[in-house]
């Protein structure tokens, strides 16, 4: 019996690569997925350009017109809802979540951050792990709770960093990660594998490490 495609929603803030590693996916029959809408809360934003020429429904929900962010996440969810997706992917979607958004989609919301977590919460983690004098960097795909950048792992592919490296040689390291574990945990999620329980993430009905499923690379 053929799997069906599980139903994905795409939010973006930027350029959305990561999003263009999902549609890549799922066009070459690899992604058991559909993307059925995009949403971005910035306009004019290449993520949009990257949708609208796969064919992918785009919303704009500017967050400046909101009065507050619980008004803004309200909306946000009832856009969402619309389109009655299986998995919500944050794809460089850079707002803070109120909690009733996070306990809305609780164990079927999934975001990528630049750091292996729990290292480096927040901004400018490419900076901050270089000024910190670490060896190796990484990015992680965590299920979101209330906690920012705090909800269990799924999978984190680790980098080395390299004298010489700067924030953005740095930056594309990891990122050439990021479009590998990404529709990897994606894949995952869809296939039925990957799923959030007590506030632990589990692969195969197997409790995962606290860091996740690990990659590590060692691309320079
Ligand atoms: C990605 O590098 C992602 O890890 C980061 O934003 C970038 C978006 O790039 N996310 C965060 O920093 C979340 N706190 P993209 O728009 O090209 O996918």
Redesign the pocket.
């Known amino acids: 019996m053929a799997i069906q495609s599980s139903r994905v929603v795409v939010l973006?803030?930027?350029?959305?690569?990561?999003?263009q590693a999902l549609i890549d996916g799922q066009q070459a029959g690899n992604l058991p997925i559909n993307i059925v809408a995009v949403i971005s809360n910035r306009p004019d934003v290449y993520?949009l350009t990257r949708a609208a020429q796969a064919d992918i429904p785009t919303v704009l929900l500017d967050h400046k017109a909101f009065a507050n962010r619980e008004a803004f996440d309200q909306q946000l969810t009832q856009v969402i809802d619309e389109y009655s997706p299986d998995l919500v992917v944050l794809?460089?979607f850079?707002r803070i979540l109120t909690p009733q958004f996070t306990q809305h989609y609780l164990g079927r919301m999934l975001?990528?951050?630049?750091s292996l977590l729990p290292k480096f919460q927040g901004?400018h983690?490419h900076q901050r792990a270089l000024d910190e004098n670490e060896t190796r960097h990484g990015?992680t795909v965590h299920f979101v709770t209330a906690e920012l950048?705090g909800g269990p792992s799924a999978i984190q592919a680790s980098v080395p960093i390299i004298d010489g490296d700067d924030a953005s040689s740095l930056?594309k390291r990891?990122?050439r990660q990021?479009h590998i574990i990404y529709p990897l945990a994606v894949k995952w999620f869809a296939e039925g594998r990957l799923a959030m329980k007590e506030n632990r993430a589990y692969l195969d009905n197997e409790l995962l490490p606290e860091h996740g499923y690990l990659i590590e690379s060692h691309e320079h």
């Open positions: 973006i803030s930027g350029s959305g690569s990561n999003l993520g794809a460089g850079m975001n990528i951050h630049p901004l983690t990015v950048d930056a990891v990122q990021e």
